[in-house]
C-alpha cells in the first residue's frame, strides 16, 4: 500500500513539474538553496571534478546547470532520486551503486520536490528543456 501510495505522489509530482510558473521557481530557489546547494553548488556548479569516483567510489555531486546530465532524466527518475536517495532510486531501477545522495522523501513534500526540479529547469537552455520533457513523455508511455 504504501508503495502505491509513493507511486502515486511521484506520478502526481510529475505531473505537476509540466506546470511550471514564476511562483514555483521561486519557491524551489529557497527550497534548493536550502536543501542542494551544500553539494550540488549555489549556482547550480556541482563539486570540482564530478565525473571521477573520490576514495571512496562514490561520484561527487554533479551540476544541475546545462553542463550536467540531470536534463538527461525523467522527470520520474529525477523525482524519485531526490525522493529516496540515490542508491534506493538506483536499486530500483536495478542498478546496484553506492551513491552518496540522500533521499529527501521525509523532508520535502511531492510539491516541495516538484518547485526544486522547475527552478533547476528553470536554468537549461531551451534544447535541453525540450530534451528532458521529451524524455519525461515517453517514459510516461
Keep these: 500500500m504504501l508503495a502505491g ?21 521561486a519557491r524551489g530557489r529557497v527550497l534548493y ?18 565525473q571521477s569516483a573520490g576514495s571512496d567510489w562514490r561520484l561527487p555531486a554533479p551540476p544541475h546547470d546545462a553542463t550536467g546530465h540531470t536534463w538527461h532524466h525523467s522527470d520520474a527518475d529525477l ?12 536499486a530500483q531501477m536495478g542498478v546496484a551503486v553506492d551513491s552518496g545522495m540522500p533521499g ?9 520536490i516538484a518547485d ?15 530534451y528532458q520533457a521529451e524524455r519525461s513523455t515517453s517514459d510516461e508511455s
Excluded: M
Excluded at 41 to 48: I, R, W
Excluded at 79 to 90: K, Q, V
Excluded at 116 to 130: F, G
Design 5 to 25: 501510495v509513493a507511486l502515486l505522489g511521484t506520478i502526481w509530482a510529475a505531473i505537476h513539474l509540466f506546470a511550471r510558473d514564476g511562483a514555483a521557481v
Design 33 to 50: 538553496d536550502a536543501n542542494c546547494a551544500a553539494c550540488h553548488g549555489g549556482n547550480l556548479e556541482g563539486q570540482p571534478d564530478w
Design 79 to 90: 523525482i524519485a532520486y531526490i525522493t529516496y536517495g540515490g542508491e534506493e532510486a538506483l
Design 104 to 112: 529527501f522523501g521525509d523532508l520535502l513534500s511531492t510539491d516541495e
Design 116 to 130: 526544486i526540479l522547475a527552478y533547476i529547469k528553470s536554468h537549461w537552455p531551451e534544447r535541453e528543456r525540450l
